[in-house]
């Protein structure tokens, strides 16, 4: 039985998190450039720099003596968000809308004081929730406004799309939606709902929700397929243009779309998750095996159209 069902996954393109570490990241990631994704000042630098936007940066804390001017920063922001410059599956993250009663709330609608704020800043810098508990640093940006197309299947949060990219070819995408059970955070592994999306259309598909497949918001009831994401084509451009920027073969591009803005890259990441096969309902190594194939150098924009000339 069990060597039937390994059986029909190899032949569904399925690929598994020893032959994605072994085939994909171990060849295509050299470890030198992984600082370039993993603290996420040198990502926002590198994407201005490549003329990729990101969420505008406020301030960037590095030490406790610098939280004396917190109250000073925070004066003029009526809403912002407050994340580890090396966190990982959104640890750490806080998420300020508005301002209330001389406190500020959060996403989820509870309010926190200044002190506690500053509280939370220092446990950032202490390494609380950095990778491997090393010692970290704040930073404060702009706060992403959802567009209203997503509020109907979104539960305070802003969802995201995660897009797989191989040697700068964008080769498979979800939309993350976040749920009351990730506490409106936009991740899988806390709850989020991811919604496979169709390469070429931008249409949302099917979803799945703790590996389940998954046809409603648990939360709102709203159907999750048959949603058209705007700017897809921007999108796509935006994963493709992150290979040059860091030099990472294989890779996961995070965006997210502001009502104001329009696509913004969020985070980029060298080790990105397989769920987004679930998602999907479609592995990804023939589109991997596919893209190894290709021995003709290409720009981005020449990349993006051979995806949309060769995967349906």
Not at 94 to 122: D, M, Q, S, Y
Not at 260 to 265: I, L, R
Request: glycine share 10%; hydrophobic share 40%; charged share 20%.
């Amino acid at each position: 039985m069990l060597i039937n069902a390994w059986r029909k996954l190899k032949q569904e393109g399925v690929v598994g998190i020893n032959q994605r570490n072994a085939n994909y990241i171990l060849k295509y990631n050299q470890r030198k450039y992984y600082p370039l994704v993993d603290d996420k000042i040198k990502t926002k630098q590198l994407a201005t720099a490549h003329g990729v936007s990101v969420p505008p940066l406020y301030a960037h804390i590095q030490y406790e003596y610098e939280l004396g001017e917190l109250a000073n920063i925070l004066n003029n922001l009526n809403d912002f968000v407050i994340k580890p410059t090396h966190g990982a599956g959104g640890d750490g993250i806080i998420v300020i809308t508005a301002r209330a009663h001389g406190r500020f709330r959060k996403a989820n609608g509870t309010l926190i004081t200044a002190k506690e704020l500053e509280h939370h800043c220092i446990n950032i810098i202490s390494g609380v929730f950095s990778l491997g508990g090393h010692r970290d640093s704040v930073l404060i940006e702009y706060r992403v406004k959802s567009l209203p197309l997503f509020e109907r299947f979104s539960y305070n949060g802003v969802p995201d799309i995660r897009i797989i990219v191989l040697k700068g070819y964008p080769i498979q995408a979800m939309l993350r939606l976040p749920t009351q059970q990730s506490n409106g955070k936009a991740n899988l592994h806390q709850g989020a709902i991811g919604a496979g999306i169709d390469l070429l259309s931008g249409m949302t598909e099917t979803g799945v929700w703790f590996n389940e497949p998954i046809t409603e918001h648990p939360d709102t009831g709203e159907e999750i397929a048959g949603t058209l994401i705007p700017g897809w084509l921007t999108i796509l451009d935006i994963a493709a243009r992150c290979y040059e920027m860091c030099h990472l073969g294989y890779l996961g591009v995070d965006i997210i779309i502001d009502e104001h803005h329009g696509p913004m890259m969020l985070e980029l990441n060298a080790r990105p998750g397989l769920n987004i096969q679930i998602a999907n309902q479609q592995g990804l190594q023939h589109r991997l095996q596919a893209i190894e194939s290709q021995t003709v150098e290409r720009d981005a924009k020449e990349r993006l159209q051979f995806v949309l000339d060769n995967f349906s």
